[in-house]
């Protein structure tokens, strides 16, 4: 038996604030660094700014050292 696929994209899902409010939440909630670059690379590609320069900090670093200090990264919309 042949089980068939079809591709999934997250961007073609976050057609409004709330749902990319929704969506980062559960990333961060989920607290996997490289989930929530993930997360925030699809956020930037639908609001069409997926060509950032990258920073010279990863971002698995900083969550890290923010977990050490007892703190943690949320979203929250502006």
Do not use: C, H, N
């Amino acid at each position: 038996m042949t089980v068939e696929t079809t591709g999934w994209t997250a961007t073609e899902y976050l057609d409004s604030d709330a749902a990319i409010l929704a969506y980062l939440e559960a990333a961060f909630e989920d607290g996997d660094p490289p989930l929530i670059a993930a997360a925030l690379s699809d956020v930037a590609k639908v609001r069409g700014i997926a060509e950032q320069p990258k920073p010279d900090i990863a971002l698995d670093s900083v969550i890290r050292t923010l977990k050490a200090l007892g703190l943690e990264l949320t979203a929250k919309a502006a």
